[in-house]
């Protein structure tokens, strides 16, 4: 079973323009919700992250927003930029880390910014 | 931020053969180790999941007598993939939490080969 579902599965974006991930989850025990940026042949590399306690955190051009009732959250990129082509996977844990709990991750989302 | 050095970064071996793969926290102590394999176009799948100075936990379907993992120390774990195979091809990717670190912090994957 599926605990997180992340769609779409392929983006396409112009430059300039805004793309959006957005993913929901079944486990209301999740309290880290963090969204990863790979590249090909490299691992995953934390972009941003927020708990239940905020509806938005906003680091630099990238935003998630949160709906806790929903149990959906979502990753808004502004100003997308070729550079930012890579897949994207949401994920989210029990404890940040803390105490052993896995990451469940998303199925990813593969973003392509189109000059 | 905490950094998760994994070596090698590519590696090729014959069928039948035993490869080792390395994973240091740089900056941190790793109390829990995940490990992932990841094929092309495909999301994270948790192989296991290992403490330091204990027995890894395994997901279902991997066989822990091929993927030896250990986790002797707070800033070492290590997957051996044992009598590889060319089904064994895959990214391999190592992902640490702990102490001074907040999150999960991943290695930057090996590209493992069997030929």
């Known amino acids: 079973q599926q605990q997180v579902k992340q769609s779409p599965q392929s983006l396409i974006v112009q430059k300039g323009g805004i793309s959006i991930i957005n993913c929901a989850y079944e486990?209301?025990?999740?309290?880290?919700f963090p969204w990863y940026q790979q590249f090909p042949g490299k691992g995953p590399a934390l972009l941003i992250a927020?708990?239940?306690?905020?509806s938005e955190k906003k680091e630099g051009r990238f935003t998630i927003s949160f709906n806790k009732s929903a149990k959906q959250f979502s990753l808004h990129i502004m100003d997308s930029q070729p550079g930012d082509s890579a897949t994207y996977f949401c994920a989210a844990s029990r404890g940040s880390g803390a105490g052993s709990y896995q990451l469940t991750f998303g199925k990813g989302t593969k973003l392509s910014v189109i000059p | 931020g905490a950094v998760v050095s994994q070596h090698p970064s590519w590696v090729i071996c014959k069928s039948g053969t035993s490869v080792k793969i390395e994973c240091r926290s740089l900056d941190f102590q790793a109390t829990t180790m995940f490990w992932y394999r990841q094929f092309p176009k495909q999301s994270l799948m948790l192989m296991a999941t290992?403490?330091?100075?204990?027995?890894?936990?395994?997901e279902q379907g991997v066989e822990k007598d091929k993927f030896l993992i250990n986790h002797a120390s707070l800033t070492l774990s290590t997957l051996t993939v044992t009598s590889a195979h060319p089904e064994d091809s895959s990214f391999y990717i190592c992902?640490?939490?702990?102490?001074?670190?907040?999150?999960?912090?991943f290695g930057s994957g090996t590209r493992l080969t069997v030929v």
């Open positions: 290992s403490n330091e100075g204990s027995k890894a936990t395994y």
């Open positions: 992902s640490a939490s702990g102490t001074g670190a907040y999150g999960y912090t």
């Open positions: 927020i708990r239940p306690d905020v």
């Open positions: 486990n209301t025990a999740f309290d880290y």
